[in-house]
């Protein structure tokens, strides 16, 4: 297996980059068309959607060829002015390539949408190698613990008194790759779990795990890795 890499990026001077539903959508789009080491001809595509949960992608009125992935993504999650990837390369300088894409994509769409100029990201997106198996055991549950901070942010500090709220805010934060792990069909098709799943020891394991993980709070572990 290629290495594994944390990546991170946030909105210039910690603005938002995610304003509303249909921003949050454009970029989960972004994360699936853009990984691709075929030319886009258009970036136009269409949510399918099943009772209300995003199943898959497909372009208006055209067949698509099937991707060739530039990277396996992991994990991710979604913030209000940032994001978190769990990624490896699939090709030679395969993260460079996607990351550019899209962030470049992403930001033309924002701006053009919201009726701006400039840039939207801080500068170069921040990356690091997992080289420790215990971080890297550990950095899936803390992407996915990250949406704590929007109505928990004590979790950090270790103060957290419920925890069944927190999990339950948790499983209803549909902007991550948690919901899938989990066993719910949210974006499914944009993240390569059979890997981290097996680690886990499947979705019933993965829910036991990261409500201990929480609990336990093993910040420590990964605070190398966190960029943040």
């Known amino acids: 297996m290629s290495d594994i890499y944390h990546i991170l990026d946030r909105g210039v001077d910690k603005r938002k980059i995610f304003l509303n539903k249909q921003d949050y959508f454009r970029f989960i ?12 001809n258009t970036t136009f595509y269409n949510f399918q959607r099943t009772q209300n949960n995003v199943t898959g ?3 208006i009125g055209l067949e698509r060829k099937p991707r060739k992935l530039l990277i396996d993504i992991y994990a991710f999650c979604l913030m209000p002015n940032h994001y978190h990837l769990l990624v490896s390369p699939k090709i030679e300088n395969g993260i460079a ?9 992403y930001s033309r769409y924002f701006n053009i949408k919201h009726s701006r100029k400039g840039t939207l990201f801080e500068g170069r997106y921040k990356s690091i190698l997992v080289s420790k198996e215990p971080h890297f055991y550990h950095l899936p549950y803390y992407i996915h613990l990250n949406p704590l901070d929007i109505e928990f942010p004590e ?9 069944k709220r927190a999990m339950n ?4 934060y549909r902007w991550s790759s948690h919901l899938d792990y989990s066993g719910q069909n949210n974006f499914p098709s944009i993240t390569n779990r059979e890997f981290l799943l097996d680690i886990f020891g499947g979705e019933k394991k993965y829910k036991q795990s990261i409500e201990k993980w929480l609990a336990e709070l093993e910040l420590e572990r990964v605070r190398k890795i966190m960029l943040e």
């Not at 390539?97 to 994509?105: R, T």
């Open 29 to 40: 789009h972004d994360l699936f068309e853009f990984n691709n080491q075929n030319l886009i």
């Open 169 to 172: 805010f948790l499983n209803n």
């Open 97 to 105: 390539k996607f990351m550019h894409k899209l962030n470049k994509g």
């Open 57 to 59: 992608l497909h372009r």
């Open 155 to 163: 979790w950090r500090e270790g103060k957290l008194r419920n925890y």
